[in-house]
C-alpha cells in the first residue's frame, strides 16, 4: 500500500510503498477513504510529543470501508477511527469511566500506525459507525476536532457565554454544537485575522476578534484550543468568578506566570485528555441533529506535508482532510 510515511521528528513525510497491515484477532482492516488532519499531527511531526512509533504513520480521524471485519462491523461497513486507539481496560482510570486518562493507553497515528495511508487496522472495539448524513470527508473532522471539542465543551459546564480561542478545526464544530444549545459564542483568533472571525460569525459566533484582548463582556468560560500559553492568563482575566478554561490541545507553549488575583474567586485551569468511546458516540449521535456541518479543505494522500503546513500557519478554513 502506498503511505505517507514520518521516519523521524522534524522531517517531512516521505511516500512511501509499504506492505499491507495484517489484521490481528479483535482488529479490523480499513481501506482508508479519508483521514482528518489534526494539529496534533504537527506536535508529533515538530518533536513536542515525545513517544511516536517510528517509523509512524500519522492520522488519526479515519474514516474508511471495512476490508475485512469482526463482531462489530461487516464487510461493506464503513468506520471511523478516533484518536484512542487502545486501552488495557484495568487500570483505576479505566475502572472508573476515564479511559480517556488509561497509564497504558495507545493512541492511533502515534503509537500505532494511522490514517495517512491506502489501508489502516484498528482494534474494532474503539471504532465507531459514521453517521449516514455524512459524507467520508466531512465525517472525518468528527473523529478528533469534533468529539475532543465536544469533551472540552461538556468539561465548560453550563456556561452561557462562552469563548472558543483558536477557531480552527474543533472550534468551527463546537460553535455550532454550542449555538444549538443556545449558548453565545465568542470566538477569538489571531488579532487581525478578519478570515476567520468572518468565518466563526457565518456559524453563529456573536463575538468575534482579537483572543488576547478579549470581547467587551465577561465570560463564563473560555475553551483554549490554539496551542498559545499567553492565552491561558488572558482567559482568565476575561471570565467571571467561578469560570473555567479549559485547554483543550495536547500539547501548548508554556503558560506565563500571572498573580494569583486572576485565579481567586475560584475560577478554574483544566486541561482535556483524549476522549472516551462515550464521547465519540454521543457527539456522532448529536452531530447530525444540530446539524454540524464540516468545512473542509481536501488533499490528495501525497500532498500530507503541504497540508500540515497550511495548518501550521493558519490559513485552513474548517478542517484539512486527505482524500484518497
Ligand atoms: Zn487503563
Ligand atoms: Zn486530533
Redesign the pocket.
Known sequence: MRAMVLDAPRNPLRLAERPDPVAEPGQILIRVRAC?V????LHVVDGELRDPKLPLILG??IVGEVVQGGSRFAPGDRAGV??LGWTDGDCRYCLSGRENLCDSARFT?YQLDGGFAELAVADERFCFSVPEAYADEHAAPL???GL?GYRALRLAGDAEAIGLYGFG??AHIVCQVATAEGRRVFAGTRAGDENAQAFARSLGAVWAGDALAGPPEELDAVVVFAPVGELVPAALRQIRKGGVVVCAG?HMSDIPSFPYELLWGERVIRSVANLTREDGEELLALAPTVPVRTEVEVFPLEQANEALERLRRGEVRGSAVLVL
Open positions: 482528518g489534526c494539529r496534533t499531527d488519526h480521524q478516533p484518536w497515528g473523529l478528533c476536532a475532543i478545526s474543533s495536547i
